[in-house]
Structure formats: structure tokens, C-alpha cells
């Protein structure tokens, strides 16, 4: 005879796998969501259209794999689609971001939940010198930085080592 503690703990188990599952696939959606939702205020979250209003200007500001998302879900100024109203309604009924992504979004377009975001560098302890030139130019454009004279893979660590002070602030 299976114990009810034991079925609790496999229920338990399965119930935190699924969601660890859904907030891999989710990544950014999840993400975009829950940052997005956490800046309105309760007017604000009352009701889709101004939760709608608010994305918008709220995805004007993102960039990458966010800005991906935005454009995907409508929020973008660009979209060519809209789906905005399956992501402000259940979340001015207070559903967790991570069932809109999983159980909304994604049944409207797959490639919302496919999005993760890029692995960061981390500039203090990586070896600049070893890094591919397509992930020196990443440093640069999260920097907001544009090496215009860098031609080869020593141009863009050079330009790096001199803007890094700028963006990067030393650990004591």
C-alpha cells in the first residue's frame, strides 16, 4: 500500500519539475512578464487596455531577445501581429506570468516560448583575448559602444579594455 505522504512528495516533485520546465521554455516571456507586471501600479493592473497601453511604452526601451518577445506579442511599434489581449486580460486577473506564457502565449505562436536569453560574459574574470570577435562585438553593443576603426580581433579588445572603465564598475 503507497503511503499518502509518498504520493503527496511524487505530486510534489512533478508539480516543481513542470514548472522549472516551463520557465526554461519561457524564458524571456516569463521574464518580460513579471518585470513588466511588478512596475504597474494596482489602477493600472485593473484593466487590459491600460496594461496594453503600458507595454508598449514599457517595450520601447528593451532591446534583444525582449525586444524579440515585444514584437511577437504586439508591443512592439513594428509588430505585425497582435496578441497583446491573450497577455493584458489574464494578467489583470492576476495570472502568474509563467501560466500566460505557457498555457496563452504560447497556444497563439510557438516561437515566444522558444526565446532564452544569451549566456552573459562575465568582462571582470573572462580572458578578452579568447573570446570570438562576434562575442566582442556583443560586449560593445550592450554597451551601446560602436568601434568604427576596429578591424581585426586586437582592435575590439584594445577598444574594450579602453571603454571598459566606463561600463564596468571594479569590485573592491
Known amino acids: ?17 513542470l514548472s522549472n520546465t516551463y520557465a526554461q521554455d519561457c524564458e524571456v516571456c516569463i521574464g518580460v512578464i513579471t518585470r ?9 493592473k485593473s484593466s487590459p487596455q491600460k496594461i496594453e497601453t503600458e507595454f508598449k511604452k514599457f517595450c520601447k ?9 515585444c514584437y511577437y ?7 505585425a501581429t497582435g496578441i497583446l489581449g491573450e497577455m493584458s486580460k489574464p494578467l489583470s486577473w492576476g495570472v502568474p506570468p509563467q501560466k500566460i506564457c505557457s498555457d496563452k502565449l504560447r497556444k497563439m505562436d510557438s516561437q515566444i516560448c522558444d526565446l532564452m536569453y544569451e549566456k ?4 571582470n574574470t573572462v580572458d ?20 568604427d576603426d576596429c ?3 586586437g582592435d575590439f579588445v584594445r577598444y574594450i579594455e579602453k571603454v571598459k572603465p ?4 571594479a569590485e573592491l
Open 1 to 17: 500500500m503507497v503511503s499518502t505522504s509518498y504520493s503527496a512528495a511524487v505530486l510534489l516533485l512533478l508539480t516543481v519539475s
Open 36 to 44: 513588466f507586471s511588478e512596475g504597474l501600479t494596482s489602477d493600472q
Open 61 to 69: 526601451g528593451l532591446k534583444n531577445r525582449e525586444n524579440r518577445f
Open 73 to 79: 506579442v504586439g508591443g512592439a511599434e513594428d509588430s
Open 120 to 123: 552573459q560574459i562575465d568582462i
Open 128 to 147: 578578452l583575448k579568447k573570446l570570438k570577435v562576434r562575442d566582442l562585438k556583443k560586449i560593445l553593443s550592450d554597451w551601446d559602444e560602436n568601434c
Open 151 to 153: 578591424l581585426e580581433k
Open 166 to 169: 566606463k561600463h564596468v564598475k
